[in-house]
């Protein structure tokens, strides 16, 4: 096994390393669970990489949404250069489930749009822990859905040696079955093709294609090769080729589960004849009948995810198989920003169950559908050998599995938890125009916390008039504002930000020295201790962070987050003043998101948004179809970089542009 090395100039600072031999304690010692409650900007994600590097385990990163498993992964591959990192998260660009609404007698067809690159990565994923042990997969939550069991992806693979001699029609015919398409014309990714003595396939989880050069039967030769440019990269001994699709099952298989399916049917029928349901009953077999043939004849039908039980042999409500799985059994996993990620695990069964009870019970799917399931969060945890729980505000249920809790309160910059303080709800516009003035005076930034959208839009528009420059964000601001208002608040366009739950996880906004939160003393999500505590932590990239909570009591929530908060900073004050420590502000480069350079090595050029518009008259169908392209290849470049918050935008330009939306 190749050992886990992070590759990077710095060093555990504050309390890192006692954080680090904790928690490799901890897993040395058999700990199931432990949680690092790690303050916002404390270095988590180093901490995590070297006790990865400490404990030579294979690792999943388990985070509630694609930007911050985006985040985690760049920074993972940064950290760990020569081992596998993987990413392995939804491949839905745009995801609409299949659906019926009974009370509308409305029916949903499933629509889905699927990222080639992030399917790719998943492919990858795979690929690699089939292969090799020094692997670390960052995922979110869609790693506790279905796939094809490990034992199946291991067997269906085509392999080639230099110097055996193959039936090539054989070869071929195993191409198929690995879902992988015949196309002698374009060679692209999850696609073959034959050129006389010359078979190339382009593997659907790499980013270099494989030529194979036959004499009559005999492998000649087996090349890597650029698809693009033809370039050759290297000359191999053999080939391993793995499915093209992630959802893959022998023919053998197909054709066991061909009587169950009709069995079930069959009941089925009978079950909606014997109740009086003829529309159901006449449905049903007219869709699982075509199923039927399409699986017969291709071995492959739209929704063979919904057989997928009967497939794999299970038993009706036995559990799926899974990306953890594919792990070995001693493994780590992280659950990152636990706080929010357990709720959302423990969430998704329940839905789906429910999404798809309803297609059974009308006729559209047979009872196995209800298997092709999430894990459910029982399932879920029982797979898992060590866990580490990572938050700044862990809930009860981590803290009470956990075996130990270990605290990382030292930020690298010494900068502290902000100062806090309660002042009386009444006067409190005139104390944050007072306090905003200062921190206009010094050329940082305020944010306003309001508790409802029309309050924060009210309050922007007095603040306004009061004349200081003020913008407000909420969920109905379309995603590409919302970038661009971030953007133009670091830059200094505008002063302050007002806004309901600004503050989520992962975002940094360094210029925020004053954040001001109004009705604090609200019983409610957005003023939970949790919530708080999150609050509190962003105004901490700072070094004159402060935060007032304007509230007409001291609610519980506030009682225990301002004394947590006067906790750790405490500790920080007294460690700075230990190690001769002056906190700095974090210095952040401001990304122009919707900005793309022009890059002289290759002589490519990716226009902004606006330079595109600028460049085509949308009112000329044939110039607007041309705009849309572009945009569309600027979207594709950008989800290609993980940067989903900018195809995100682009996407929502894009549909603005095909509504006619100028």
């Known amino acids: 096994m190749r050992k886990f090395e992070v590759v990077s100039p710095f060093k555990p600072a504050g309390d890192q390393g006692e954080a680090i031999a904790a928690l490799a304690d901890g897993i040395k010692a058999g700990d199931k669970y432990q949680t690092l409650q790690g303050v916002t900007g404390s270095g988590k994600t180093f901490t995590m990489a070297k006790l990865i590097e400490a404990v030579q385990m294979p690792t999943l990163i388990v985070s509630h949404n694609k930007t911050l498993a985006a985040q985690l992964y760049r920074e993972f591959k940064g950290f760990f250069p020569n081992n596998a990192v993987e990413y392995f998260v939804s491949y839905y660009d745009y995801y609409q489930p299949e659906a019926y609404v009974a009370s509308r007698d409305l029916y949903i067809e499933k629509d889905a749009s699927i990222n080639d690159e992030i399917e790719r990565m998943r492919l990858s994923a795979a690929r690699s822990m089939m292969e090799r042990n020094d692997v670390i997969i960052v995922a979110t939550v869609s790693c506790i859905y279905g796939m094809v069991t490990p034992d199946v992806y291991k067997k269906m693979n085509a392999t080639l040696t230099v110097g055996e001699t193959i039936d090539v029609d054989s070869i071929i015919r195993r191409f198929v079955e690995l879902q992988y398409e015949r196309n002698d014309a374009v060679l692209e990714r ?250 206009i005076k010094a050329g940082e930034r305020s944010l306003i916390l309001t508790l409802t959208k029309k309050m924060a839009e009210d309050l922007t528009d007095y603040l306004s008039g009061l004349g200081l420059k003020v913008r407000y964000i909420h969920s109905e601001v379309e995603t590409i504002e919302r970038v661009e208002i971030l953007t133009q608040l670091r830059q200094g366009e505008f002063d302050i930000l007002v806004g309901i739950n600004l503050l989520r996880e992962g975002i940094d906004l360094p210029e925020v020295s004053f954040i001001a939160i109004l009705d604090a003393d609200k019983i409610g999500f957005l ?136």
């Open 190 to 439: 999850g696609r073959f093709r034959r050129r006389g003595d010359t078979l190339e396939i382009f593997p659907a989880y790499m980013e270099e294609a494989y030529r194979i050069d036959l004499d009559w039967d005999k492998v000649e030769r087996i090349r890597r090769f650029n698809p693009v440019s033809g370039e050759i990269l290297e000359e191999l001994d053999g080939a391993l080729i793995y499915p093209a699709k992630q959802f893959v099952i022998p023919i053998d298989s197909i054709k066991n589960a061909m009587n169950e399916i009709k069995t079930q049917l069959k009941e089925r029928l009978e079950y909606f004849q014997n109740n009086g349901k003829v529309m159901e009953a006449e449905r049903l077999k007219t869709r699982v009948e075509y199923d039927i043939e399409m699986l017969t004849e291709m071995g492959y039908c739209p929704g063979i995810e919904n057989y997928s039980a009967i497939m794999a042999g299970r038993q009706p409500g036995e559990s799926p198989d899974t990306l953890v799985d594919y792990l070995p059994k001693e493994h780590l996993t992280f659950i990152d920003e636990s706080h929010v990620t357990l709720p959302q695990l423990g969430a998704m069964y329940a839905g789906d169950r429910s999404r798809k009870q309803s297609l059974v019970d009308y006729g559209f799917r047979l009872p196995c559908a209800l298997d092709n399931r999430p894990l459910r969060y029982d399932e879920f945890v029982d797979r898992l050998d060590k866990t580490v729980f990572v938050s700044a505000t862990p809930g009860k249920t981590e803290i009470e599995q956990s075996a130990r809790v270990v605290q990382q309160l030292i930020r690298p910059t010494g900068l502290l938890d902000p100062e806090i303080e309660v002042r009386p709800s009444e006067g409190q516009m005139e104390d944050i125009y007072s306090e905003v003035q200062k921190r």
């Open 527 to 662: 003023r939970s201790l949790t919530s708080l505590v999150q609050i509190i932590g962003r105004a901490a990239r700072n070094a004159a962070g402060k935060v007032i909570m304007y509230a007409d009591r001291m609610s519980e929530a506030m009682e225990k987050a301002i004394a947590e908060t006067n906790r750790r900073r405490e500790i920080q004050i007294e460690y700075n003043k230990k190690h001769g420590i002056t906190p700095e502000t974090v210095k952040k480069a401001i990304a122009e998101i919707l900005t793309r350079h022009i890059e002289e090595a290759d002589g490519a050029a990716a226009a902004s948004i606006e330079v595109l518009k600028k460049s085509y008259n949308v009112l000329i169908p044939a110039q607007r179809k041309q705009l849309i392209k572009a945009l569309e290849n600027e979207m594709l470049e950008h989800a290609k970089n993980l940067e989903f918050e900018q195809a995100a935008a682009i996407r929502d330009e894009i549909a603005r542009i095909k509504d006619g939306v100028l």
